[in-house]
């Protein structure tokens, strides 16, 4: 029902005729994405990783990005905090960053990179369709034709796509790509997979790597959460996690809910000033979303109700 | 088969009681070479002699029901709780160097029933009971502790003689 609305929603033309072709294009291939059956995906396990920071190396090389500002052994990174005292996040430079997150069963280190959505939001709110989900469940983007408007960064529930601003006419979208290009398209699993000492990431198909989530659970009573976050978070996610402690203890956002995430769910404010100096055109477009979004949650509701619209 | 199992329990605890007086010879090699994955570290020097000592005559610690000596985990004794001494030994004998290379993906893929489906890598194997033990315990878990890094590790790391040069303070973007 929700997804129905949704779709009849993107297609209703919000954005004048070459925008409403290419909305109503993704919103046809959005059907498939809860359908490529072997999409592959990646378990993560908290409670094995030792924050030994080499699955970092492993995507600064594989994906040839600048060198970091501290070795990869170094482990101070750890206590760098940002301006509002948030830990490590992913920058054009690292596609992936570890967190250590001290907790009542003492350290434990979280890897963080693209949770690859079977729904992405980035790829919904990208106005120029610079997204893709490929049947290996990867979401890459084409860098040529993004625009750099970052939309798809304040969309994003998990806050990964990063901006190079090397270039300032042309900051491009940076993000992990589940090494797509060099190795999953290949059925290679991700470098950092295989780079891991403590195989703190498994590798396979998405829909075995949940039956062997919840086994890994059942075979060890006591050690995990009687949870896979990622199985049903946003709609389910690629990347799936077993924790120790509660997810909201090692920097999950566990009030996101199961439901894919629309573009225009989140702060549009956070996004007005720079949509407004870069692409007034866009902001109109948003305003329109989200006055339509009121519309469809209302006419939703009343589908809900029973009550005829 | 049952009777075929029988025996080789019995077996089993006639080896358990040869084990006692045999000891010293039974404690297997005194160094292993762990080499077949180095790469960005030396091999690693494993002081078996020592670590038997450590684990008190105890094989099972570490070759988990591969030598026949009890301590079986609950969810193996739920199939294994008499199947005896395996023969494999080895950590490698089990675990696959490549565990998400094509060939082990494609056997898992085809072999449908196949119980053992989240057996870790040979270098997880390895990582997992080594650090596994080392933290519980209080041993040395740095990474150079027991392996040294070659000079490939230094340029994956970016350390040593590939350290990045630090920038100024205060020169974000
Ligand atoms: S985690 Fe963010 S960037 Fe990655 S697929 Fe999901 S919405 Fe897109
Ligand atoms: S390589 Fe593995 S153990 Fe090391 S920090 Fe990354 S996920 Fe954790």
């Known amino acids: 029902m929700n997804k129905l609305n949704r779709r009849k929603f993107l297609k209703g033309g919000l954005l004048g005729g070459a925008a409403a072709l290419t909305m109503s294009r993704k919103a046809a291939a959005s059907e498939s994405f809860e359908g490529y059956p072997d999409s592959m995906g990646v378990l993560v396990d908290l409670t094995r990783c030792i924050g030994c920071r080499t699955c970092e190396a492993a995507c600064n090389h594989e994906q040839n990005l600048p060198a970091p500002d501290k070795p990869f052994n170094d482990y101070s990174v750890f206590d760098e905090r940002g301006p509002e005292g948030q830990k490590r996040r992913t920058t054009e430079k690292a596609y992936t960053v570890v967190n250590r997150y001290d907790t009542e069963k003492g350290p434990v280190f979280r890897k963080f990179q693209c949770n690859h959505c079977q729904e992405p939001t980035c790829l919904t709110a990208c106005f120029v369709n610079a997204y893709t989900k490929t049947p290996e469940g990867a979401v890459i983007y084409n860098p040529k034709v993004c625009v750099g408007c970052r939309t798809c960064m304040v969309a994003c529930p998990f806050y990964v796509p990063a901006y190079s601003y090397s270039s300032a006419t042309n900051p491009v979208v940076k993000k992990c790509i589940m090494c797509y290009d060099t190795r999953l398209k290949f059925g290679r699993p991700p470098a950092c997979v295989e780079a891991c000492p403590q195989e703190v990431m498994t590798f396979g198909k998405r829909k075995d790597l949940i039956k062997l989530g919840h086994e890994r659970i059942r075979n060890n009573p006591g050690k995990y959460i009687d949870h896979l976050y990622g199985e049903t978070e946003v709609g389910g996610t690629s990347w799936m996690y077993l924790s120790g402690v509660d997810f909201n203890q090692v920097g999950f956002d566990t009030t996101l809910g199961n439901q894919p995430i629309l573009a225009n769910v989140k702060e549009f404010l956070a996004m007005v000033p720079m949509v407004l100096t870069i692409w007034p055109a866009l902001f109109t477009g948003f305003h329109l979303l989200a006055t339509r979004k009121e519309a469809a949650k209302e006419e939703q509701n009343k589908n809900e109700k029973g009550v005829k619209p | ?173």
């Open chain 2, 1 to 173: 088969m049952w009777q075929r199992k029988r025996l080789v329990t019995g077996m089993a605890a006639a080896l358990a009681l040869l084990a006692v007086p045999l000891a010293k010879a039974e404690t297997g090699p005194e160094t292993v070479e762990l080499d077949s994955l180095a790469k960005l570290y030396k091999p690693v020097s494993f002081n078996h002699s020592a670590h038997v000592e450590i684990a008190g005559g105890d094989c099972a610690t570490c070759h988990h029901h591969t030598l026949g000596t009890g301590k079986i985990e609950p969810t193996c004794a739920r199939c294994h709780a008499h199947s005896g001494a395996a023969s494999a030994v080895a950590c490698r004998d089990c675990h696959p160097a490549e565990r998400f290379g094509a060939k082990y993906l494609q056997e898992l893929a085809q072999d449908v029933n196949r119980y053992h489906r989240d057996k870790p890598g040979l270098k997880a194997a390895y990582h997992l009971r080594c650090l596994g033990c080392h933290r519980e315990s209080g041993g040395p878990t740095g990474c150079q502790d027991c392996h040294a890094m070659t000079q490939a590790g230094e340029a994956f790391y970016r350390a040593g003689q590939y350290a990045p040069v630090p920038h100024a303070e205060g020169t974000e973007h």
